[in-house]
């Protein structure tokens, strides 16, 4: 099993420019998430998906989308990229099934808009 | 929601047991707690949890205080890969659906391993 993959690993956009980060899991998993992680900081949730064919904000949702494209794969847009949005994002996955609801973690996309 | 508070670095020297604090006063009687730490340059991964008793598994032990306001993570042995960001978080299972039931992270705990 990879568990929770993201593409890319790293990418250079510049002010305006719009990007799709990938995300999939292998696990079998209902619920998927966005997240981002500024310097020094904890996670903030951007966006999450209970299950196939629901999405809901999270903590800091503007200026991103997502699609629930199945239930393996969950994916973030940054229509018009701003600096603000230069951070680090991962991607996780849990079964809403399992009582503790543990959350897996992809490696992460580093994203940089100049 | 219940907050909980870390203290912002620690050092141990490899080999040597550390104890990692939180501290969560307002923990209500449902909410489990939970730890996740981040390698570097790496996502979070779960560590364990618990409720009233401690618990114990291949990574760690959690110690958890008789009137739960604090908690206590212990790695019995650390070594160099042990280094990472340590996260406390409460989490209430009655609220693991929608937005309640996401992770909250606070800055947690950066530790550092001496060879």
């Known amino acids: 099993n990879a568990g929770v993959t993201q593409t890319p690993k790293f990418q250079v956009l510049k002010t305006g420019q719009s990007m799709t980060l990938q995300c999939a899991q292998d696990?079998?998993?209902?619920?998927m998430y966005w997240y981002r992680q500024d310097p020094g900081m904890g996670l903030r949730l951007i966006y999450y998906?209970?299950?196939?064919?629901?999405?809901d904000k999270g903590e800091v949702p503007n200026g991103y989308n997502v699609s629930r494209l199945n239930k393996r794969e969950f994916s973030l847009r940054l229509e018009s990229a701003a600096p603000s949005q230069t951070s680090v994002y991962f991607c996780?996955?849990?079964?809403?099934?399992?009582?503790?609801?543990?959350?897996?973690f992809g490696p992460g996309t580093r994203l940089t808009v100049l | 929601d219940a907050k909980t508070t870390q203290p912002n670095s620690m050092e141990s020297n490899e080999e040597e047991p550390v104890h990692l604090p939180c501290n969560h006063s307002t923990i209500s009687g449902t909410d489990y707690i939970h730890w996740y730490r981040q390698l570097p340059s790496q996502g979070p991964e779960y560590v364990i949890h618990?409720?009233?008793s401690n618990v114990n598994n291949r990574m760690a032990s959690l110690a958890i205080a008789e009137d739960r306001k604090s908690s206590t993570l212990i790695l019995h042995r650390a070594t160099l890969r042990d280094a990472a960001v340590y996260y406390c978080i409460l989490r209430d299972p009655l609220n693991y659906g929608g937005s309640q039931g996401n992770l909250i992270f606070g800055k947690g705990t950066k530790l550092s391993v001496k060879p």
């Open positions: 696990m079998n998993h209902n619920s």
């Open positions: 998906s209970a299950s196939e064919g629901t999405t």
């Open positions: 618990g409720l009233t």
């Open positions: 996780a996955s849990s079964d809403i099934r399992g009582i503790f609801h543990t959350q897996y």
